[in-house]
């Protein structure tokens, strides 16, 4: 399983100009998990942090629409109430921003792997334990790579 943090999801889907790596690296991550089969997961926190990203990068319902038709078809949508607790034990332990607690709790309760596009939620998943790549450094994408590929990459 994959947990995909929102920055990578939104670099995925919205390339900018002048920073179009950032859309194809997150877009090989995601796509190769897809391509292997892996579920994708993302806490319901995420959804609505999705659609305002979303709405206020492009300004565009129909960019939010099209966002949460992609998360409705391909993303499983984990409930708090499967995370919360973990959620509140790694706000009190770590105290990152909120949000990546949620992220966090969501990668620990499925023993997932984590994607994300933040340098600093990735350094400090993995100092709990968490296997997390930051997908903007070709040296960790080639690490996430192999892994969801068995060694086969």
Same mark, same amino acid.
Do not use: C
């Given at each position: 399983?994959?947990? %995909?943090?929102?920055?990578?999801? $939104?670099?995925?889907?919205?390339?900018?100009? #002048?920073?179009?790596?950032?859309?194809?690296?997150?877009?090989?991550? $995601?796509?190769?998990?897809?391509?292997? #089969?892996?579920?994708?997961?993302?806490?319901?926190?995420?959804? %609505?942090?999705?659609?305002?990203?979303?709405? /206020?990068?492009?300004?565009?319902?129909?960019?939010? @629409?099209?966002?949460?038709? !992609?998360?409705?078809? *391909?993303?499983?949508?984990?409930?708090?109430?499967?995370?919360?607790?973990?959620? *509140?034990? $790694?706000? /009190?332990?770590?105290?990152?921003?909120?949000? @990546?607690? !949620?992220?966090?709790?969501?990668?620990?309760?499925?023993?997932?792997?984590?994607?994300?596009? @933040? *340098? @600093?939620? %990735?350094?400090?998943? *993995?100092?709990?334990?968490?296997?997390?790549? !930051?997908?903007?450094?070709?040296?960790?994408?080639?690490? !996430?790579?192999?892994?969801?590929? #068995? #060694?086969?990459?």
């Amino acid at each position: 399983m994959l947990v %995909v943090d929102t920055s990578a999801f $939104i670099d995925s889907i919205l390339p900018v100009r #002048g920073r179009e790596d950032r859309n194809r690296l997150a877009r090989r991550a $995601i796509s190769a998990a897809e391509a292997r #089969g892996i579920p994708l997961l993302m806490p319901r926190l995420g959804i %609505v942090e999705t659609m305002s990203l979303v709405k /206020r990068l492009t300004g565009s319902d129909e960019a939010v @629409d099209l966002a949460m038709e !992609y998360i409705e078809a *391909k993303v499983l949508q984990v409930s708090e109430d499967w995370i919360f607790e973990d959620a *509140k034990t $790694i706000a /009190r332990e770590i105290h990152p921003r909120a949000a @990546d607690s !949620y992220f966090r709790a969501t990668a620990k309760k499925f023993n997932a792997l984590l994607i994300s596009s @933040d *340098k @600093d939620m %990735v350094t400090r998943a *993995k100092k709990t334990g968490i296997r997390a790549f !930051y997908v903007l450094d070709e040296t960790q994408l080639d690490e !996430y790579l192999n892994e969801i590929s #068995g #060694g086969a990459v």
